[in-house]
């Protein structure tokens, strides 16, 4: 799943020119849900659409907020920094 703070517009348009759609049936985005990150709310919804335990999911993550969203989570996560 791709669970993004940007909108559900942009996130959908970039998975399509990316050609990566088919690997991320699930999106979720602020409008999903009442708190974005860095509250678990995305990361939560994201684990319960795909069917997932929150502790059996792996969180890719390039900024603060969302790691402490994956913790609150009580997600495992991996910092890969955006930007050099």
Do not use: N, Y
Not at 41 to 62: H, S
Request: aromatic share 4%; proline share 11%.
């Amino acid at each position: 799943s791709v669970a993004s703070g940007g909108p559900r517009d942009i996130v959908r348009h970039t998975l399509e020119l990316m050609h990566l759609q088919a690997l991320f049936p699930v999106v979720v985005t602020p409008e999903d849900v009442a708190h974005g990150k860095p509250a678990p709310d995305l990361f939560l919804l994201a684990a319960k659409k795909m069917g997932v335990p929150p502790e059996r999911c792996l969180v890719v993550e390039d900024a603060e907020p969302g790691i402490q969203a994956a913790k609150a989570a009580g997600m495992q996560w991996v910092r890969v920094p955006s930007r050099g």
